[in-house]
């Protein structure tokens, strides 16, 4: 029988979108054109050619080994790219995904990608034309709200603080702007170099839509905990006490 | 028993904290905020918004003209985009009435801070038995409470840096060093009677009496000596240097005090006595690669850390109170001064430590979840010892927090830094248990329950050595393996996983007290550390650490050191 992976446990709508962002089946919301796409993560202009680190691996004399048969390079690795990055900020208030779920979904669906987690930042970092396609694939799905979710390479500040009135999370280098037709626009780059024509987004969800695709769990949205004197544990809460206590005791009795 | 969590305590603190912001709000026509609105106005009024980045400012451009180049200008940030393009807030010092603003709390701004490191790396315990042993059976001296009486008056000249037995010297300005200080405590009341008031630590008079004989007995008829070396040595030299310069002056007030030759082979007892056969340096010497020598904070167990602070005598009966001052000590200690500058040289530290320390957030969930504890066990450290109890009570105090995290955005807004609320989450989770239990690895197994829950509800924790440290760190907790397996009270700031992290070490020297404290023990770890710092001539408040750091901020507080009376006049 051939193995289908679990991917996470629970019921709940976060558990359900949390094993969605995990397995890469994901809903496509929008179509960023791909032009668009690379001038907002401001690592080459659009239509430049790739900066290369080494010649093509073809022309490498690459000796002959087991793990290069097996594996296929990606078309970066396979032309020599450089390795560059984006970098995702995701808001506390019921943005799509966070930046644990944005590293399994690279981990796990993404080939020759480097994830790097943090709590207000996540980086995947990867070989330039795959890093591009890569980031297209988040900005267009429904991983990415375009209120709540933005590209920093810096300064990315915002995802714990309140939302702007508009809705927006707060950005200290306004990258991205309301605009007055409901669209968001991209209006800087990842590191805040402003670009040379506003890029538009789209409209971001509406809070109902924000909480339905949510993978947060929340006191106001779905609770993993129940509330207090009323505690009912999500099945999230279970398993992970579950590994907690087998780490415990293994490392008193390691066998 | 501790105050009960009746409110939510850290509300009080936002609404000081946003105070300001509201009214600024409300003057722009922009609805007055409150501290549970998911949305506000952002005003991106920049640095002119603070009073103290505007003194920062107008002082910068003075010393412009003075200097001949350029300094401090908070608008070449960002490409021209300054800070406070959301409102700058100010800081609360939890359990205290000081508001201070955030710059007030960067440990080179704040004279309290660095007056609680130098009061540590200033300080050596030497036994005195030794000594007397060599003076009585090598020597044929007599030392009796006269002797040691007269040896202590000679010392108290001699330690601040001033000559004894020789001709001619160089000696320091009394008012640059009258900080320094040797006081003598022991177990023997009787011995301690003889000796004269004004060089004795008082264990009977400082310690509620139970303390007091737990700390006596521990100590039993042996004699120490407390002794402080002047602040300004170790801010020219290290916290290596004190060891040498008290074991200098000790020697050369033996030979004074008991009419010995200079030369003679004993004087080598002493000193040996003076500087390893009966020393106590306040932390360990580090390893070659971290290249610091001992009374550094990169070998300060939180043991000792614990006994350092003195809240346990002052407010025994209040075991959450006493914890988070010793949080608040090790935080700035540990992650302000050690990691944030020692080891890394950044800027964002002071951001990562306050938190611990601030707006009577720890406070409010230690509180919750102790008195969960208290209600369900019936008292402090009345709960079994089991990992059970630690998955009940961590799970609880973790959610509770979440919770308020998610309820009051302002708060979130507080804690902006995954890493804060990491810490605050699972400090509060580890008290609970430690105080719950009276255990530091239940304290230390609830840290990494909480660490792991975090996580999972909402899918990030903090910085990237969390990864690690802490996600791998239940593994720690109850091993017995040489290089990690030691009881929590013996770890400290080197300990393999724990080097890396801001957020962590003064947490867990708090759930190594909040263990002990909840016990009513008199110490955590070490009873001379805890008779020490009990010296009331100590320039810091270690029994009230989080209101000497308001102190500090408030401009407040005197430090020692202070040069100013060998120099001109500004």
């Known amino acids: ?255 | 028993m501790a105050v009960k969590h009746t409110k939510k305590l850290f509300i009080k603190a936002l609404n000081k904290k946003f105070a300001t912001e509201q009214k600024l709000l409300a003057s722009k026509g922009i609805k007055e905020d409150n501290i549970q609105d998911t949305k506000t106005g952002y005003l991106r009024l920049g640095p002119d918004q603070s009073a103290r980045k505007r003194e920062f400012m107008e002082y910068a451009k003075k010393l412009e003209g003075k200097r001949g180049m350029t300094g401090y200008n908070p608008y070449v940030h960002c490409g021209g985009i300054p800070l406070g393009q959301r409102q700058l807030v100010p800081y609360k010092l939890s359990g205290t009435e000081y508001v201070v603003e955030g710059d007030d709390l960067h440990f080179v701004n704040n004279p309290a801070m660095q007056q609680m490191w130098d009061d540590i790396r200033r300080t050596i315990i030497v036994g005195l038995d030794m000594s007397h042993e060599v003076l009585q059976k090598r020597l044929g001296k007599e030392v009796t409470p006269e002797t040691i009486n007269n040896y202590l008056e000679i010392l108290n000249h001699a330690m601040p840096g001033a000559a004894v037995v020789q001709e001619h010297m160089c000696e320091t300005h009394p008012g640059l060093v009258d900080d320094c200080n040797v006081r003598v405590f022991t177990g023997d009341d009787a011995l301690a009677d003889e000796i004269d008031d004004q060089y004795v630590i008082d264990l009977n008079k400082l310690f509620p009496a139970e303390q007091a004989e737990a700390i006596k007995a521990a100590i039993g008829k042996t004699t120490w000596q407390a002794i402080h070396v002047p602040t300004i040595v170790v801010r020219s030299c290290d916290g290596g240097t004190t060891s040498r310069w008290s074991a200098m002056q000790l020697c050369m007030t033996f030979i004074d005090a008991y009419n010995m030759c200079a030369g003679e082979a004993a004087v080598a007892d002493l000193a040996y006595a003076a500087k390893h056969a009966a020393v106590l340096q306040m932390s360990e010497m580090l390893p070659a690669r971290r290249a610091r020598g001992p009374n550094n904070p990169g070998g300060l167990s939180f043991g000792f850390m614990a006994d350092m602070v003195q809240t346990s005598r002052t407010n025994p009966a209040d075991p959450v109170k006493v914890s988070l001052n010793v949080v608040a000590a090790g935080s700035m200690l540990y992650d302000q001064i050690w990691l944030g500058s020692y080891m890394s040289g950044g800027v964002g530290f002071t951001q990562y430590a306050t938190a611990a320390y601030t707006n009577d957030v720890l406070d409010d969930f230690c509180y919750y979840g102790v008195d969960y504890a208290v209600d369900k066990y019936g008292g402090f450290a009345k709960a079994p010892k089991t990992i059970d109890v630690a998955k009940e009570l961590a799970t609880e105090t973790n959610a509770y927090g979440m919770e308020q995290y998610e309820s009051f955005p302002t708060l979130l807004e507080d804690h902006f830094g995954g890493s804060q609320r990491a810490s605050v989450l699972a400090a509060a989770s580890g008290i609970t248990c430690a105080i719950g239990t009276g255990h530091s690895q239940i304290g230390l197994a609830g840290w990494y329950l909480s660490m792991l829950l975090h996580k999972e509800g909402w899918g990030r924790l903090g910085f990237f050595g969390y990864d690690l440290q802490d996600q791998c760190g239940p593994t720690n907790v109850f091993s017995y393996q040489s290089d990690e397996g030691n009881p929590l009270e013996l770890r400290g700031a080197n300990y393999p996983n724990y080097a890396m992290n801001v957020g962590h070490q003064g947490e867990y020297a708090g759930i190594s007290s909040a263990a002990h404290a909840g016990r009513m023990d008199a110490f955590a770890c070490n009873p001379l550390i805890k008779a020490t710092f009990a010296n009331p001539a100590l320039v810091f408040d270690f029994a009230d650490v989080r209101g000497c750091f308001g102190k500090g901020g408030a401009r407040e507080f005197r430090a020692a050191g202070d040069r100013a009376l060998v120099m001109p006049a500004v």
């Open chain 1, 1 to 255: 029988m051939a193995y289908t992976p679990q991917y996470y446990p629970g019921s709940t709508s976060v558990g359900i979108n949390r094993r969605k962002h995990m397995s890469g089946n994901l809903e496509k919301l929008r179509d960023i054109p791909e032009a668009d796409v690379v001038s907002i993560m401001g690592h080459r202009a659009p239509g430049a050619d790739y900066a290369s680190t080494h010649p093509p691996l073809k022309e490498m004399g690459e000796p002959d080994c087991p793990i290069r048969q097996i594996v296929a390079p990606t078309p970066g690795a396979a032309a020599g790219d450089r390795v560059r990055y984006s970098q995702w900020t995701d808001s506390y208030y019921f943005a799509p995904s966070v930046p644990y779920w944005r590293s399994y979904w690279g981990a796990i669906n993404c080939k020759g990608c480097d994830p790097g987690t943090l709590s207000g930042r996540q980086i995947i970092e990867a070989r330039e034309r795959d890093i591009e396609a890569y980031t297209k694939k988040q900005y267009d799905s429904e991983m990415t709200d375009v209120a709540l979710c933005s590209m920093r390479g810096c300064t990315v500040h915002g995802h714990s603080l309140r939302l702007e009135e508009n809705g927006m999370m707060f950005d200290m280098l306004a990258r991205t702007e309301m605009g007055k037709d409901g669209n968001v626009y991209a209006v800087k780059d990842q590191v805040g170099i402003p670009l040379d024509k506003k890029v538009n987004l789209g409209k971001p969800m509406s809070e109902a839509e924000a909480k339905k695709r949510t993978t947060i769990f929340r006191v106001d949205g779905v609770s993993m905990h129940g509330k207090v004197g009323a505690r009912k544990y999500d099945e999230a809460v279970e398993a992970m006490h579950h590994m907690w206590d087998l780490r415990s005791k293994w490392g008193y009795r390691p066998e």
